[in-house]
């Protein structure tokens, strides 16, 4: 099992910038894929990127396309979300999560791939 701590979050005015972060401990970081996922109130989870355990594959919702950027450092255990251009329909708890199998691509993202899921970090997005 892996264990996922999130950081990073906070409240900023459209059109700002934050970075999350996710440390993972607990089994062979470089081997999965990670993703970030997102949930408004009265929404359900969606995915927002997804990037393979070599970073050769990744994926993003067409909604943060050319905004968001996600990217891992391997050597460190960490898998980072760089938010740029934000919107109030950012607002969410963003959750970090590891795939449950190792060596995937990340062409197809489903939340139901993911096994092990941090506590999630509330980024709110003002106008």
């Known amino acids: 099992q892996v264990q996922l701590v999130e950081s990073g979050g906070g409240l900023v005015q459209a059109g700002g910038s934050l970075r999350l972060s996710c440390a993972a401990s607990g089994r062979t970081f470089s081997r999965y894929a990670m993703g970030w996922f997102r949930q408004a109130p009265g929404k359900e989870r969606e995915v927002v990127a997804a990037i393979s355990g070599s970073g050769g594959s990744i994926y993003y919702a067409d909604s943060v396309k050319g905004r968001f950027s996600i990217s891992r450092d391997n050597a460190k255990n960490t898998v980072y979300l760089q938010m740029n251009s934000l919107k109030p329909e950012d607002t969410a708890v963003y959750y970090c999560?590891?795939?449950?199998?190792?060596?995937?691509?990340?062409?197809?993202?489903?939340?139901?791939?993911?096994?092990?899921w941090g506590q999630g970090t509330q980024v709110t997005v003002s106008s």
């Open positions: 999560a590891a795939d449950s199998l190792p060596f995937r691509t990340v062409t197809k993202v489903t939340s139901s791939d993911f096994g092990s």
